[in-house]
């Protein structure tokens, strides 16, 4: 059974900066793709950033460019996201889910292109 966790979320100043992990367990990331999302309020969960396990390729939303940088662990088997100078408009629910494995129709910034995802972790930026 494959299960994500989500931490480090919370509440913080607008050009503050937070870091958020996620730990898998039953599962080793191995050469998988993961992916970060978030989902405000009445808006539709985004692709945030995404990274190649093995490869270590990035992908970054237009939106977070140069502000977030996803990074893992090998030995701790963690994904994390760094978000820096964060901004009111970064508030929402973020999720860390680890994409299907072999070649998909879907690209990398689609979220029906994963397949496991974590319970999400709440991050809230005051102006």
């Known amino acids: 059974q494959v299960q994500l966790v989500e931490s480090g979320g919370g509440l913080v100043q607008a050009g503050g900066s937070l870091r958020l992990s996620c730990t898998a367990s039953?599962?080793?990331?191995?050469?998988?793709?993961m992916g970060w999302f978030r989902q405000a309020p009445g808006k539709e969960r985004e692709f945030v950033t995404g990274i190649r396990w093995g490869g270590g390729d990035t992908f970054y939303s237009d939106s977070v460019k140069g502000r977030f940088t996803i990074s893992r662990d090998f030995a701790k088997n963690t994904l994390y996201l760094q978000m820096n100078s964060l901004k009111p408009d970064d508030t929402a629910v973020y999720y860390c889910?680890?994409?299907?494995?072999?070649?998909?129709?879907?690209?990398?910034?689609?979220?029906?292109?994963?397949?496991?995802w974590g319970q999400g972790t709440q991050v809230t930026v005051s102006s």
């Open positions: 039953g599962h080793s990331f191995g050469s998988y793709f």
């Open positions: 889910a680890r994409r299907r494995p072999g070649p998909l129709y879907y690209s990398v910034s689609d979220s029906r292109g994963y397949d496991y």
